[in-house]
């Protein structure tokens, strides 16, 4: 071993690997146990690959691939670390006057085979218009649910008679889905286009995403949906258990 970041492992005249690893875990900094493991893996990589005589580093190389290879490591989670505090949490934000927001959002129950629907609506002072939570049978995919609830929540306002709308999902690729020109051609694509069917008959229908923070009226409408045989509806009005979400989406 060289290098004078390791030249305390040198020193300290180790008889077993494992005496080693003791010490530089006791005194080492976490950049040499990092660059140290690595080096230790390219060694077993090589060495495998040699072994089946596929192309591999040339033993010079490994040390600085190895401190390549952690370098870039520790910058992609320090830019990542950087940006998640940067980030605000996502907050339900009301709709302008006169339009009226449908937060949806679906889960998906394994063990009982089904998926819950979670609709709510809301006008520009935060207050409920009218909610669903509906079950129906399990989904290939956590986007094809996510895809139904949107459809559920057009068909909801259509029901109400509300024709300006703003549809608010958690689910990236379901909005960007709804939001692209033409049709979609994913597993979940012949609902994404019924949907943009639905919304297109109404005076005005958007779509938008929105984080998890600001969806979570939907979502725990959709965990509610296990404990209903079907569907339930309620209208100006929401199960008192959820009071206390509601009431802080308008803090």
């Not at 490591?73 to 949490?89: H, K, M, Y």
């Not at 939001?179 to 286009?193: K, P």
């Not at 005076?203 to 939907?218: E, I, M, P």
Request: aromatic share 10%.
């Amino acid at each position: 071993m060289s290098g004078l970041e390791f030249q305390f492992l040198i020193q300290k005249g180790c008889r077993f690997f494992v005496e080693l690893l003791e010490h530089l875990f006791r005194v080492g900094s976490g950049l040499q146990v990092a660059e140290f493991a690595t080096i230790c893996w390219c060694l077993w990589q090589r060495r495998n690959r040699v072994r089946v005589y596929q192309p591999s580093w040339q033993i010079h190389e490994i040390k600085g691939q190895a401190k390549r290879m952690v370098r870039e490591f520790w910058d992609a989670n320090e830019q990542q670390q950087q940006q998640s505090v940067r980030r605000p949490q996502a907050r339900w934000s009301p709709p302008p006057a006169g339009t009226y927001k449908a937060n949806f959002d679906a889960a998906i129950f394994d063990e009982l085979q089904c998926v819950g629907l979670g609709v709510v609506f809301r006008d520009h002072s935060g207050q409920v218009i009218a909610a669903l939570s509906q079950r129906i049978g399990l989904s290939s995919t956590v986007e094809m649910a996510e895809a139904l609830a949107a459809r559920r929540a057009v068909e909801f306002a259509r029901e109400l008679s509300l024709f300006d709308v703003i549809l608010e999902g958690d689910c990236l690729r379901v909005v960007q889905a709804l939001n692209a020109s033409g049709g979609c051609n994913t597993m979940y694509g012949h609902v994404v286009n019924e949907t943009k069917r639905l919304g297109a008959v109404l005076r005005h229908c958007s779509y938008q995403h929105v984080g998890r923070g600001g969806n979570k009226l939907a979502h725990c409408l959709a965990r509610k949906a296990i404990s209903f045989a079907d569907m339930d509806v309620w209208v100006e009005d929401l199960l008192e258990d959820l009071d206390v979400v509601f009431q802080s989406d308008l803090s």
